[in-house]
């Protein structure tokens, strides 16, 4: 007889740290296809659905004018010489299915989330969107009306405003992390650039697939059937191919008068960052979230807690891939915007001064683990990190090296960061009010 020992519920059970986990990424199986193009796959999850990712180096970083890029991308399901915009959508829609198109930097993607029994119904299609849409004029007329009253929409927000401005004053307006569109952009827009830039970046472009979810079988030969026969290309390190030179503005303190009766400023305080090959990248990753990577962060315990300055404060690392950047975001009132920005100024000189303690550090790793334990939650998810390890072309210990990092980083080493590159006179201020 087994005896079974009975739950003392007087007594709370023992309290693991997030840092105490063990975390690992599960791994993908890779094909290549007849043409080169490489297939990533990840066979996981309950659930009858898939997701698959075509990654195209078709971003701005290709185009020689001004707004092609996003425009060709936008276009893709908007008619082929068999379909209009409208069957097309309704082809998709019929099966329950959702196909997205996403215009990056360096990338754009086209998105397709179904469920796993009417993948082969649907692949045929994206097959004819990358082989023959015909961008109709109509369309890109009608696309390029919607895309200017958008703008003129957007361009009343000081928000908005500002997180135009900043990128273009750290890397330049003329390069493709600072580029940003003005309304005559869309008048210039004509069919034939968008029809060379498809041929180009799409029909004969460089390409990386993934796929995951509940994979059905036989859908590496429906994958082959559709896509290895066509004119597509390799994908990976594409963008180093084509050099922008950066080129940031000479002044770093800039005001904006955007809305002259408005009460909230929008800012942004920036600097330039090396990518995710520099050794500091990772360890970079830790101290912007002590500085202001969650809501526990010095930032917002200082600006929005304590002073009441703003709802949010926040600072990321840019995800790009060929540079980064370092930037803190904030909304707050016109009166206090000053005020706010010396309070951030505060912080930076309070990391340089003095190393964090264990407890702040033990915090600021729980969160960052429990992040990432989110992130492997399921298929979708999974492959999200395993495209963001590819198309910087990095490898699985790149992952693993970064856990390593959150759980032995010492204040020290984040001391002797934040004196490396959290000194004020290196970041564009930008305030639009």
Not at 179 to 194: N, V
Not at 329 to 357: C, F, H, N, Q
Request: glycine share 8%.
């Amino acid at each position: 007889m087994t005896v079974q020992t009975m739950l003392n519920r007087k007594k709370a059970p023992k309290i693991i740290d997030a840092v105490e986990f063990h975390l690992a990424l599960p791994p993908y199986q890779k094909y290549t296809l007849k043409n080169g193009v490489e297939l990533y796959t990840i066979n996981l999850g309950t659930q009858d659905t898939l997701m698959l990712n075509w990654v195209f180096f078709a971003g701005n970083w290709y185009e020689e004018k001004n707004l092609v890029a996003a425009t060709t991308n936008y276009l893709l399901k908007n008619g082929t010489s068999k379909k209009n915009a409208f069957t097309i959508n309704e082809h998709f829609e019929y099966y329950g299915a959702y196909l997205n198109r996403h215009c990056q930097n360096e990338t754009a993607e086209i998105s397709l989330h179904c469920l796993t029994k009417h993948v082969n119904e649907l692949l045929p299609v994206v097959s004819e969107l990358i082989t023959d849409s015909v961008f109709p004029q109509e369309e890109l007329e009608t696309y390029k009306r919607n895309m200017q009253q958008r703008l003129q929409v957007n361009l009343k927000k000081n928000d908005f405003v500002a997180g135009r401005l900043i990128e273009a004053y750290l890397f330049g307006k003329d390069h493709p992390y600072g580029r940003y569109s003005e309304l005559q952009d869309y008048d210039l827009l004509q069919q034939g650039e968008i029809k060379d830039f498809y041929k180009n970046n799409y029909q004969n472009g460089r390409c990386i697939i993934f796929a995951a979810g509940k994979l059905p079988d036989g859908l590496i030969k429906e994958i082959e059937n559709h896509f290895g026969s066509l004119p597509l290309h390799p994908g990976k390190n594409a963008a180093g191919n084509i050099e922008h030179k950066i080129s940031p503005a000479a002044e770093k303190k800039y005001k904006v008068i955007n809305d002259p009766n408005g009460v909230q400023g929008a800012i942004r305080i920036g600097r330039s960052f090396p990518n995710r090959h520099h050794p500091d990248f990772q360890k970079m990753q830790v101290l912007n979230n002590v500085f202001g990577g969650f809501f526990g962060s010095r930032l917002m315990a200082n600006i929005r807690e304590d002073k009441g300055y703003t709802y949010g404060i926040y600072s990321y690392l840019l995800n790009q891939i060929q540079e980064s950047g370092l930037l803190i975001s904030t909304e707050a009132g016109v009166e206090v915007s000053d005020a706010t920005i010396a309070e951030v100024y505060k912080e930076m000189k309070s990391l340089r001064d003095e190393p964090i303690g264990e407890e702040e550090l033990q915090t600021t790793r729980n969160f960052m683990i429990g992040t990432i334990l989110g992130d492997l939650d399921g298929p979708f998810h999974v492959a999200g990190r395993w495209k963001s390890i590819v198309l910087n072309n990095l490898d699985e210990n790149y992952f693993y090296k970064g856990i390593n990092t959150i759980k032995t980083i010492t204040p020290q080493e984040l001391h002797a960061l934040a004196n490396k590159y959290l000194n004020p006179e290196d970041f564009y201020e930008l305030v639009v009010v």
